[in-house]
């Protein structure tokens, strides 16, 4: 069962060859309510550590055109961070590995001047000027200013299973590892963004928490979550209740798994698994992903042995980025990397009975986070 909390899965993995070549990131996202106006927004922040191996006390960038030219890979912590809708923006900051201070047992923690990560608290702050943000566009950032101090508790994990067990992860055998401990996270605490305060209530954050790490990233890209659920047939909201699905195309030992995605259902307390490592459980996943000028939409369908899983999701462009990563190789191959979280979705959930499908759900989803990008050709 994917409900199973492992921390260790959380700590620090750039070890052996990701040392010289790898990436990890501690990824949060949740809603705050302005503090005198009511209104709510979706914040995103995300600690990125990247090379140690290439480590100098100063960061090195790898979009900076000198070091691209002399092939120099780059070699950093970036913080990460923002909001969605319609004043969208991103952040980033670099410190060198001569800045930071990184624990690499459990549970994982990263301090610097400016900010701090562990699995109970993150904290930091970021402002951008519109000159740097301008003149330098190897910091891939947006101008603008975020303060954060949040109380952070992860109480609905998604564990994808042996795929990153301690075997698989020392072998270093995939090119992107992912696990979810907070499904359903509970944020406490305030952000100010550019000047304005926005409460953070755990049970009205509707938060989440993941980390991916690896050598490189998957092409296509897709990941679609949200613990903000009511469902249709019975008018009541979901509690305790999350959905997760992400993946595209897994490369293990440089083989490539076409379309093949990771998928859970964490619902009234049963679990609903799609997970194509467990070969056993027969899964079905089949998904696309199409754009206009308004809107992006998301159609995931999984199958596995007992029950049909369909997801639709709709999230509005104006209310979206294009995110920003450089792989550890120093290419920025993802440049049309769509990010949300104000994604709305519709989700119906099937039981398999007698060869016929039994529907034991139709559910809205809300705050629905939401992504979707593939390599420049």
């Given amino acids: 069962m994917f409900a199973k909390s492992d921390v260790s899965r959380n700590k620090c993995m ?11 990131w501690w990824w949060h996202n949740f809603t705050g ?27 090195v960038l790898g979009q900076l055109e000198a070091n691209k030219n002399k092939g ?24 060198g590995w001569g800045e930071i201070a990184v624990s690499r047992s459990v549970p994982y923690s990263i301090n610097c001047k400016d900010c701090f990560a562990s699995e109970n608290s993150i904290t930091g702050m970021i402002s951008i000027d519109e000159q740097t943000a301008k003149d330098h566009p190897e910091y891939m950032t947006d101008a603008g200013s975020m303060y954060w101090n949040l109380k952070v508790s992860k109480n609905l994990p998604f564990n994808v299973g042996y795929g990153a067990s301690k075997l ?10 992912w696990h979810v401990e907070g499904m359903r996270t509970l944020f406490d605490g305030e952000v100010v963004l550019n000047g304005v305060t926005y409460k953070v209530i755990p049970n009205k954050c509707y938060g989440y928490a993941d ?9 296509p890209w897709l990941w679609l979550s949200s613990n903000n659920l009511k469902s249709r047939l019975t008018g009541k909201k979901l509690k305790g209740s999350a959905f997760d699905i992400g993946g595209g195309c897994p490369k293990i030992y440089m083989v490539s798994l076409k379309r093949k995605l990771l998928g859970a259902f964490y619902y009234r307390g049963e679990e609903y698994e799609y997970n194509f490592s467990k070969f056993w459980d027969k899964v079905h996943t089949r998904f696309r992903f199409y754009e206009t000028d308004e809107a992006a939409y ?37 440049n049309k990397l769509l990010n949300g979280g104000t994604g709305i979705g519709r ?23 939401c992504e979707y990008g593939e ?3």
């Fill in 347 to 369: 989700i119906k959930l099937y039981k398999k009975l007698g060869g016929k499908l039994k529907l034991i759900d139709d559910i809205d989803a809300y705050n629905v986070g």
């Fill in 168 to 177: 698989f992860r020392d072998l270093e055998a995939f090119e992107m590892y």
């Fill in 33 to 59: 309510i302005n503090e005198k106006t009511g209104e709510k927004k979706t914040f995103f922040i995300e600690y990125y550590l990247c090379n140690p191996g290439h480590g100098h006390k100063e960061a």
């Fill in 298 to 334: 998301w159609y995931v369908a999984q199958e596995n042995l007992d029950s049909v899983m369909i997801t639709k999701v709709k999230c509005l462009k104006k209310d979206m980025i294009y995110i920003n990563y450089e792989s550890p190789d120093g290419m920025k191959r993802h």
């Fill in 14 to 24: 750039l070890f052996s060859g990701f040392a010289f070549n790898g990436y990890d």
């Fill in 211 to 219: 980390k991916n790490w690896g050598r490189d990233f998957t092409s």
């Fill in 375 to 377: 390599y420049d050709e």
């Fill in 72 to 95: 120099i890979k780059p070699s950093y912590l970036m913080v990460k961070a923002g909001c969605w809708g319609e004043d969208s923006l991103e952040l980033n900051k670099f410190y």
